[in-house]
């Protein structure tokens, strides 16, 4: 057994540590070498891609001597002042290429640049005077999800935006009126995550195919899911040496502030396992695994996945538990979203507190992102079948969280709340976080549908899911209210 952090300081870790978590850095550092000194030297684009950069249209829109906001306005003098703040934010755009980068104040001086538009993930235009409203509707033609970001003072187009936003041509667009210029960067986020489930793969151990489902993924986002056999993935973890699996078994054994239930021999078969997925998402270009474990590969593998699971939600990858496709597909919008990984859960409600407790065995060490610290950890079995190797992870009160689920691929179903308790308690699955809802508890209970599962993250990103719901015409559902 290994003690390693004593209890009292486990419990500070894990219940006061919100303070030293906030100074983590910025969500996207540039191209991220997958951490652990064990491992492989693969490489993430950025939380939850590995193939390409997000493609975004800046465009300026100004015209000379407008009238509003002064005639005397310098506009190039007011492009230098938005490129120092993009350049002030240049961490949280290390994985954005600017592949049209102009100004424009006509629809004719939009046409040069419409082919790129076109291509683009997705469009910031910088409101910069007055009469650009041509120039605007000419942008917004071209269909592309846009976002015009317009701080007070720059012309009057506001109040002509707010009615098309109710018109088929805005329909697609989002405006941020504000002198909050660290929105510049995170008005990019939903284009992120368009790109980055449009460019993702999804590996899916079972002995069924992706089926109906994934061609509607696939469809609606590009996202492709793939069926991997029990036989291809025994050969991978055949490959995997002794050496590197008893390794990384150490290293989950010595960070772990207590082995509780877990053989030595299930932490290496789990190890090995976990070293093994990396291999074949890497062989595959892939962003995400999922296992049937408690389905058509249940005992079919040398060991369940949890510790696998764990170790690619801390690197920018993802692993998902019970082929949980919808919840797969969540996970990596919650990375393109907040550069962070989610928490694969089921709730359990207290009307009388206006809560709900979520839980699952798997918990994800860094729900900061790859880049931030590591909660505190357990090595426990699983639950409910006393079996198996599994992180018990010990979560941040105080934390806002955001928890989610495709519905299908026509809406969004999410809560938003509060962590005011990490319950340490053998009742339930091993990790657990107290959830005081923004809404009602019965009311969330009384809508709860799509299956079991959400998908919870820190932070409320309720704003960033509302833009990527416009853009890509999903109906958005607040399930607690």
């Known amino acids: 057994m290994n003690n390693g952090i004593e209890r ?37 684009v950025s939380p939850g891609c590995r193939r390409s950069r997000v493609k975004v ?79 605007m509707k000419e942008i917004l033609a071209l269909g592309r999800p846009t976002t015009i970001f317009s701080a007070p003072y720059s012309g009057h187009e506001w109040f002509y935006l707010s009615e098309l936003g109710r018109q088929d041509l805005g329909k697609h667009m989002e405006c941020l009126l504000t002198t909050d210029y660290a929105q510049l960067s995170q008005a990019i986020r939903p284009f992120r995550a368009i790109h980055h489930l449009r460019e993702a793969k999804i590996l899916n151990v079972a002995s069924w195919p992706p089926g109906e489902y994934g061609a509607e993924v696939k469809k609606k986002f590009g996202t492709e899911i793939m069926q991997v056999s029990r036989d291809r993935m025994l050969k991978f ?16 054994t010595r960070n772990a502030v207590q082995v509780v239930e ?8 789990s190890s090995k396992l976990a070293l093994a997925f990396e291999k074949l998402m890497d062989e595959e270009d ?33 692993g998902i538990c019970q082929s949980d496709l919808p919840c797969a597909m969540v996970h990596i919008l919650f990375q393109g979203l907040c550069g962070r990984p989610g928490f694969v859960c089921n709730p359990t409600f207290d009307f009388a507190t206006g809560s709900a407790t979520l839980i699952h065995c798997l918990g994800t060490t860094k729900m900061d992102g790859p880049a931030g610290p590591s909660a505190p950890y357990k090595l426990r079995s699983i639950m409910e079948r006393e079996e198996g190797a599994v992180p018990e992870v010990q979560m941040r009160t105080g934390e806002r969280v955001t928890a989610a689920i495709f519905d299908a691929t026509s809406s969004v179903r999410y ?61 958005l559902v607040n399930e607690a209210v």
């Open 237 to 252: 973890y055949d490959a995997v040496g002794d050496g590197d699996a008893n390794a990384e078994a150490q290293r989950w």
């Open 286 to 318: 892939a962003t995400v695994i999922g296992v049937d474990c408690y389905g058509s590969m249940y005992h079919q593998l040398p060991a369940f996945p949890c510790i696998g699971f764990t170790r690619l939600n801390d690197m920018g990858l993802g």
């Open 57 to 135: 249209a800046r465009i300026y829109l100004g015209l000379p001597r407008a009238h509003y906001p002064n005639p005397a306005l310098d506009l190039q003098a007011e492009v230098r002042a938005y490129r120092e703040r993009f350049e002030e934010q240049k961490a949280d755009l290390a994985d954005v290429d600017f592949l049209v980068d102009e100004m424009v104040g006509s629809p004719e001086q939009v046409a040069p640049f419409r082919e790129k538009i076109a291509q683009a993930d997705g469009v910031l235009a910088i409101h910069l005077t007055l009469g650009t409203l041509p120039a």
């Open 8 to 44: 009292r300081e486990f419990l500070c870790r894990s219940l006061g540590g919100a303070a030293a978590c906030m100074a983590a850095g910025p969500l996207y550092a540039g191209p991220i070498h997958l951490p652990g000194a064990e491992r492989a030297a693969s490489k993430i």
């Open 262 to 269: 877990p053989s030595a021999e299930d932490i290496f078969k």
């Open 415 to 475: 809560f938003t709340g509060q962590i005011v308790g990490v319950p340490l308690t053998d009742r339930g699955c091993r990790t657990k976080i107290t959830v005081k809802l923004d809404g009602d508890a019965e009311t969330l209970w009384r809508n709860w549908t799509a299956g079991i599962h959400r998908v919870a993250c820190y932070g409320d990103i309720s704003k960033e899911l509302a833009r990527f719901c416009r853009f890509l015409d999903l109906k």
